[in-house]
Nanobody, 128 residues
Framework: EVQLQASGGGLVQAGGSLRLSCVAS????????IGWFRQAPGKEREGVSC????????IYADSVKGRFTMSSDIAKNTVFLQMNSLNPEDTAVYFC?????????????????????WGQGTQVTVSS
């Protein structure tokens, strides 16, 4: 029932920008945590940015703070990730995920894998 469709990835040079979009369906934006996560080959999945409905908080990984901005358009059931000043270390598959049962932003392994629902992911490749 819950579906997340991520898009907007691509190939960009270092210093460039991309904007990812995630269209969500199958749940209401009431009590939730929704965010962006990434996984590079051979590395653990990690949280990038996440919005919690509780207190309407947005959090970011230290590695992206100041460069990435997450936003939402509730009317369109869509969240975005504006990524600026990209560097090759940002290369990964980026996933949109939502936690609904106990809505936490599960940013680090092993808890990160326990987000309730995942989108298919979109590839972001940053060349040097």
């Amino acid at each position: 029932e819950v579906q997340l469709q991520a898009s907007g990835g691509g190939l960009v040079q270092a210093g460039g920008s991309l904007r990812l979009s995630c269209v969500a369906s199958g749940f209401t934006f009431d009590d939730y945590a929704i965010g962006w996560f990434r996984q590079a080959p051979g590395k653990e999945r990690e949280g990038v940015s996440c919005i919690r409905s509780f207190r309407n908080r947005t959090i970011y990984a230290d590695s992206v703070k100041g460069r990435f901005t997450m936003s939402s358009d509730i009317a369109k059931n869509t969240v975005f990730l504006q990524m600026n000043s990209l560097n090759p270390e940002d290369t990964a598959v980026y996933f949109c995920a939502v936690d609904l049962i106990t809505p936490f932003c599960r940013m680090r392994a092993p808890d990160v894998y326990k987000m309730d629902h995942w989108g298919q992911g979109t590839q972001v490749t940053v060349s040097s």
